[in-house]
């Protein structure tokens, strides 16, 4: 009986010995661009092929979680092979720049972006942007309702999926407390805590809704094409709807990008380079098409059908990437026993 | 020659009293010692010192001259030269008896040590052996490898820690025969720790009683017999007859006792009250006759070679152990009369303390 | 039967050690040799390492920002719930473990053989993905119930194999005596069987614990919060190192009081216990009446652990758009993931080995510290063990960083116990004596080492390393960080694809996944010790 056992255990070790070999195929040229990228291999992964191409370099990208490589970059801080961060959201980029992380961006980059949708110290920038909506189930629920406002009143009681540990969840609270103040914020908050089921993400709520368990979700627009896209809009029944301009619960969110500090020269020509491709029309154009979402960069609109245009939004009073106000609504959501 | 010199051995574990408290031991090089106590009176302590595993508070260990363990000495137990046969035999299980014995053989090339392993083999008895596994042979078989492991790489001394303890009786004596013999035949010096004092009487050249971590008695296994140093050693290698007893004039080598006049072995030194320690097989059951010791018979044990009887005496407050070669003539309940023979030791009555145990 | 540890053959039962002899050998207070003792600090240094990072980043602030984190409400609260949690599913894995153990090793159980291999396969699931099937199916199981579910059906084993182990090893003889005392199977079982399992209980009980401790996989989509998730939302929702280390530290205390509260389970009776093994196998209990819910019991369990799973997997691969997965990938991924873990667990084993030896042949407090020290760092979450050693590697080891080489060290840091104490279990039941002859032999203790300890305990070191490479296949937080750039593993990949939604993309990986890791789960669950 111990032979087997035994056995199989030098056969690990051999294969110990050859995975090194394994792991090293691929990577004889060196890279000229090191990408951390917060944003999932699926949503961006051919956009890098394209930019591969257009700067003419091998790049290499690490990806992970946001927060978790944003974390990372500060403990490499100068020692970093990075040169380009691409977040999915605002608060890891701003976690960055607050540490002084992140260089400058060159002026023709910013200004390509709206101030709103771009770190305060010009240190990072919107790529693209997604929307709150709210999904719902088209035989549960005859007329979604147009604010969150709504979603707390009695008749919704236990019918509302959100999902209170995802970002965008989190600073579209941020927002709300901007706009209407941290008591309106806070009842509002304990309203739904008493009317709704917490999901671990979006996309838990969104399946949480076609199925039927929850009447309602409180969601970002793109998880549904996401849906879409795996099961076919046939095959899905749950919709979604879009909030009345103003209202707290349309916010925008975004997905951005910044360049490090620590990196080479020829790293940073390299990510100066990749930021401008990253809001050229051919890459803006890819977030529109690919990933469903809005494009930031002036000059490049959406097309695909039923998305309301960008400017009918709710923009942002705040700083996306500000961590103080961040920390404020993570204690609010604490206190009222969210998260 | 390679004689074994352990000299004020000191050894306590934690605070309470010492497990060895000044251990002196001389083995001549060549010898068979045993080393003879109760469990817990150190004796496995002291092997495992001389073997190398613990370091002593206090004292020396020497062999052939070479200071193994001494104040600011250490030799480390595998270049000691010092072999080692445990209780159990304790083979590697996982190797055959063959690689067994040839375990201590490292840097002997291998025709040479196939050779050693087969002399050692035929050694003890197991010619023809080398590929069984551990599993496969007995008890008996198995302590008898040990020893041939232990033997093989020509120790200068070795150390046998009970090894015949699993053994049933009955392969007992046929494997000490053995030990015995392949000992002799390589002229190894050797120390048997042993807590059973048959064992250590019939195989020893040398015992050393142990007592309270100290040596109480060294010396042959006839002296150590009838000659004990005490009551307690009298006690723990035999039966023992104890009597108290009235020395006779000064000089004079007999002593008045309740069993009549004893001759004495010497005449003794000191005050004239004390103890005469006799073996039960120097008593004899007579006819009781009038002007010898009388007593009743109060129980007889029947060993086959020969029997006990308990005889309870008058004058004697404890009864008496006889040993009667064949037939027993007195039944439980009848009188008999007690008669000595050869001579007794004399002790002072100041009797130790019997601890350690 | 023989038992090859011993070279006891079976007809000679009365050749037992004397317990006497074995407690003499550990409490002796001998000093561990350096050939031992240098190795084994190294593995426990880099298994503190983490420690010294904590160290630096809660008190970055000062003293008074960390304490302020650590007296607050949330902590206690958190610390509540994670204590109750482990308190669940440690019971939990014990009464699985306990109860599978004894039926399938001392029982007429119908194909006790299958269900004693079947019983091992949970290990091979990842938490997270329990998890993720159990919500999809039950969303309401969501919070403390499904937590505590998904966390005791995937770590059973942890109890179940050291408790087989033991239960095979248990002398027979000693449960005869006690019916013939009068006592009935239950009683006896009770107080003569059980007692002795203690020691192998208490320590699966411990890596369950801990395990419990870091898991974050399961609580978080469960939303459960515990302490582990309350350092994960530091990093995640304020980008917080310094809350999240101060969190940490206090998790690293729990560790060392729970294993210093194991430390004391395990008694005499574990050190006793190195003379002969068993003289003959118990005769097999019949089950009776109770065959069928026997039966039932065990095919429940495995169909909720692995069963379940695995069906979920096949449904959502049928039913998804996304199932375009590409065979040549997974086949890549695979075996990048099984040299990966391979490497992770050949390092972890051989840092254990000195660590389990010492453990299990020296008493006193340098041993036990050394113990504790490997034990540390394995309740941390594995972010943050991955960040430690990015804070290490980049200021002292930067050509390693991001080098399978540090991958593989993080792997070493967290999972170091695993392997250690399977490693101190089987040194455990091997002879001490006979390392005292191989050295009267003439051998160094290198020398000894390497041809008795080493071959004798090698059966449970390689059930130590099976299990490590298991753990290593699935490990998540600190690949993803400390990989080299470019690298999957089927972890990281089936972190990808439902990242992004794609169901039925990530079927196949951890299917692939949950089937490799079964491997050596099978082999455990055929491992006799």
């Known amino acids: 009986?111990?032979?087997?056992?035994?056995?199989?255990?030098?056969?690990?070790?051999?294969?110990?010995?050859?995975?090194?070999?394994?792991?090293?195929?691929?990577?004889?040229?060196?890279?000229?661009?090191?990408?951390?990228?917060?944003?999932?291999?699926?949503?961006?992964?051919?956009?890098?092929?394209?930019?591969?191409?257009?700067?003419?370099?091998?790049?290499?990208?690490?990806?992970?979680?946001?927060?978790?490589?944003?974390?990372?970059?500060?403990?490499?801080?100068?020692?970093?092979?990075?040169?380009?961060?691409?977040s999915q959201d605002a608060g890891a980029l701003g976690a960055l720049s607050k540490e002084g992380r992140?260089?400058?961006?060159?002026?023709?980059?910013?200004?390509?972006?709206?101030?709103?949708?771009?770190?305060?110290?010009?240190?990072?920038?919107?790529?693209?942007?997604?929307?709150?909506?709210?999904?719902?189930?088209?035989?549960?629920?005859?007329?979604?309702?147009?604010?969150?406002?709504?979603?707390?009143?009695?008749?919704?009681?236990?019918?509302?999926?959100?999902?209170?540990?995802?970002?965008?969840?989190?600073?579209?609270?941020?927002?709300?407390?901007?706009?209407?103040?941290?008591?309106?914020t806070r009842t509002w908050l304990k309203g739904l805590k008493a009317n709704g089921k917490p999901y671990e993400n979006n996309l838990a709520v969104m399946d949480a809704v076609d199925s039927g368990e929850v009447s309602l979700g409180l969601v970002n627009h793109y998880y549904w094409y996401e849906r879409v896209a795996e099961k076919g809009e046939d095959e899905l029944d749950v919709r979604i709807h879009y909030l009345a301009k103003s209202d707290p619960g349309g916010l925008v969110n975004v997905a951005g990008v910044g360049m490090l500090k620590g990196a080479d020269a020829e790293q940073s020509a390299y990510a100066r380079k990749a930021v401008d491709f990253l809001l050229s029309a051919e890459s803006q154009r890819y977030f529109a098409d690919k990933t469903k979402e809005y494009p930031l960069a002036a000059g490049v609109t959406s097309d695909v059908k039923d998305l309301p245009p960008f400017e009918s939004l709710t923009k942002p009073e705040i700083d996306l990437g500000e961590l103080d106000s961040l920390k404020d609504t993570l204690a609010m959501l604490q206190d009222v026993g969210m998260v | 020659m390679t004689d074994l010199q352990i000299k004020g051995l000191v050894k306590a574990y934690g605070p309470e009293a010492a497990v060895l408290d000044g251990l002196d031991l001389t083995v001549p090089g060549g010898a068979l010692a045993a080393v003879l106590g109760p469990s817990g009176c150190g004796k496995t302590t002291m092997l495992r010192i001389v073997a190398g595993f613990l370091r002593p508070d206090a004292g020396s260990v020497a062999v052939g001259g070479r200071v193994l363990s001494g104040p600011g000495a250490h030799i480390a137990p595998e270049r000691r030269r010092v072999g080692i046969v445990p209780q159990e035999g304790a083979l590697f299980p996982h190797l055959s008896v063959a690689r067994n014995v040839a375990y201590g053989l490292s840097g002997v090339d291998r025709t040479a040590r196939r050779a050693r392993v087969e002399k050692m083999l035929e050694l003890v008895g197991l010619a023809g052996y080398g590929e069984r596994m551990p599993h496969e042979l007995s008890g008996g078989q198995q302590q008898r490898i040990a020893l041939a492991r232990a033997l093989a790489p020509?120790?200068?001394?070795?150390?046998?820690?009970?090894?015949?303890?699993?053994?049933?009786?009955?392969?007992?004596?046929?494997?000490?025969?053995?030990?015995?013999?392949?000992?002799?035949?390589?002229?190894?010096?050797?120390?048997?720790?042993?807590?059973?004092?048959?064992?250590?009487?019939?195989?020893?050249?040398?015992?050393?009683?142990v007592r309270d971590g100290r040596i109480a008695q060294c010396g042959t296994p006839e002296d150590v017999y009838h000659r004990p140093a005490d009551p307690w050693v009298a006690g723990f290698v035999g039966d023992a007859v104890l009597v108290s007893g009235t020395a006779d004039a000064a000089g004079a080598a007999t002593a008045a006792t309740a069993l009549g006049r004893v001759p004495l072995a010497a005449a003794p030194a000191g005050p004239r009250e004390g103890l005469v320690l006799l073996r039960p097989e120097q008593l004899r059951l007579t006819d009781a006759a009038p002007g010898e010791a009388c007593g009743t018979v109060t129980d007889v044990r029947f060993y086959g070679h020969d029997a006990m009887a308990t005889v309870t005496v008058e004058g004697l407050d404890a009864p008496v152990d006889v040993r009667v070669p064949g037939p027993v003539p007195v039944r439980p309940g009848g009188r008999t009369g007690i008669q000595v023979t050869g001579e007794a030791t004399w002790h002072p009555a100041v009797v130790p303390p019997r601890a350690c145990g | 039967m023989t038992d090859p540890t011993t070279g006891h053959s079976a007809d000679r039962p009365a050749a037992a050690a004397t317990p006497l002899a074995g407690r003499r050998r550990v409490a002796a207070g001998r000093r561990p040799s350096p050939v031992l003792l240098v190795p084994a600090c190294a593995a426990a240094l880099l298994a503190v390492l983490p420690l010294g990072y904590l160290a630096v980043r809660a008190l970055e602030r000062g003293p008074a920002y960390a304490w302020d984190v650590i007296a607050d409400d949330r902590t206690a609260l958190l610390l509540g719930h994670s204590l109750g949690l482990t308190a669940a599913v440690v019971l939990g894995c014990l009464v699985l473990g306990v109860s599978l153990a004894w039926l399938t090793v001392r029982t007429a159980l119908p194909g006790a053989r299958i269900w004693s291999v079947l019983v091992t396969l949970p290990l091979a699931v990842p938490s997270y993905v329990a998890a993720f099937t159990w919500l999809s199916a039950a969303p309401g199981?969501?919070?403390?119930?499904?937590?505590?579910?998904?966390?005791?059906?995937?770590?059973?084993?942890?109890?179940?194999?050291?408790?087989?182990?033991?239960?095979?090893?248990?002398?027979p003889a000693q449960e005869e005596v006690s019916r013939s005392l009068g006592h009935g199977r239950v009683r006896t079982f009770l107080r003569v069987t059980l007692p002795q399992l203690r020691p192998a209980a208490a320590g699966g009980g411990l890596l369950v614990a801990l395990y419990v401790l870091s898991d974050f996989g399961a609580v978080s989509l469960m939303r459960y919060d515990t302490f582990t998730r309350g350092i994960y939302t530091s990093y995640r929702a304020s980008f917080d190192r310094t809350p999240a280390a101060a969190l940490s530290a206090v998790l690293v205390l729990m560790t060392v009081a729970l294993v210093a509260a194991e430390t004391r389970t395990r008694g005499r009776a574990g050190h006793a216990r190195t003379g002969t093994g068993t003289a003959r196998p118990a005769e097999p209990a019949p089950l009776?009446?109770?065959?069928?819910?026997?039966?039932?019991?065990?095919?429940?369990?495995?169909?909720?652990?692995?069963?379940?799973?695995?069906?979920?997997?096949?449904?959502?691969?049928a039913v998804g758009n996304s199932a375009t997965w590409d065979p040549g990938t997974l086949a890549d991924t695979s075996l990048t993931t099984l040299g990966t873990a391979a490497a992770g667990a050949a390092l972890t084993t051989l840092l254990a080995l000195p660590v389990g030896v010492i453990a299990a042949r020296h008493r006193g407090r340098g041993a036990r510290l050394l113990e504790q020290a490997a034990y540390a760092g394995h309740a941390l979450p594995g972010i943050t063990v991955a960040l430690a050693l990015v804070f290490f590697a980049v200021r002292y080891a930067r050509p390693l960083y991001q080098e399978l080489p540090l991958l593989v060290c993080a792997y070493a840091v967290l999972f170091l116990p695993v392997a250690a104490a399977a490693t101190r279990a089987a040194v455990l039941q091997a002879p001490p004596v006979l390392e005292d002859v191989a050295r009267s032999l003439g051998r160094s203790p290198l020398a000894v080492l390497r041809t008795v300890t080493v071959p004798l305990a090698a059966p449970g070191v390689a059930a130590g390393a099976a299990l490590t490479f298991v753990v290593c296949m699935k490990e998540l937080p600190a690949t993803l960080l400390l990989r080299p750039t470019g690298m999957d593993t089927l972890a990281t990949r089936l972190w990808t694809e439902t990242g992004a939604g794609s169901f039925a993309a990530a079927a196949p990986y951890a299917a692939a996944l949950i089937l490799l890791a079964a491997v050596p789960s099978y082999l455990l669950g055929r491992h006799r010790t």
């Open chain 1, 1 to 86: 009986m111990r032979r087997p056992l035994a056995r199989s255990l030098t056969a690990l070790a051999a294969a110990a010995l050859i995975s090194p070999l394994l792991a090293g195929c691929g990577s004889d040229e060196p890279a000229g661009l090191v990408i951390y990228s917060g944003r999932n291999e699926k949503l961006v992964g051919s956009l890098i092929d394209k930019l591969e191409e257009s700067l003419d370099t091998r790049v290499e990208v690490r990806y992970g979680g946001s927060a978790e490589l944003s974390a990372q970059l500060l403990e490499e801080g100068d020692a970093t092979e990075a040169g380009l961060f691409l």
């Open chain 1, 102 to 184: 992140l260089a400058p961006l060159p002026q023709t980059a910013l200004e390509k972006v709206e101030p709103a949708y771009r770190g305060a110290a010009g240190d990072w920038v919107g790529l693209s942007g997604r929307v709150r909506v709210i999904a719902y189930h088209p035989d549960k629920v005859a007329t979604p309702p147009d604010s969150v406002h709504e979603v707390v009143k009695p008749e919704w009681k236990g019918k509302v999926g959100y999902a209170p540990t995802n970002a965008s969840f989190q600073s579209f609270v941020t927002g709300m407390r901007v706009l209407e103040g941290d008591d309106a």
């Open chain 3, 288 to 317: 009776g009446r109770l065959r069928l819910p026997a039966l039932g019991w065990c095919g429940a369990v495995v169909a909720l652990a692995v069963g379940f799973p695995l069906a979920t997997l096949g449904y959502w691969l």
């Open chain 2, 154 to 209: 020509e120790p200068q001394l070795v150390l046998l820690d009970e090894p015949f303890n699993a053994l049933d009786s009955a392969l007992r004596a046929g494997v000490r025969d053995d030990v015995r013999a392949a000992l002799r035949a390589t002229g190894a010096t050797a120390v048997l720790v042993t807590h059973d004092q048959q064992e250590a009487l019939s195989t020893a050249d040398l015992v050393a009683v």
């Open chain 3, 141 to 171: 199981l969501a919070g403390f119930t499904g937590s505590a579910l998904t966390l005791t059906l995937v770590s059973f084993p942890y109890v179940y194999l050291p408790v087989a182990a033991a239960l095979r090893r248990t002398d």
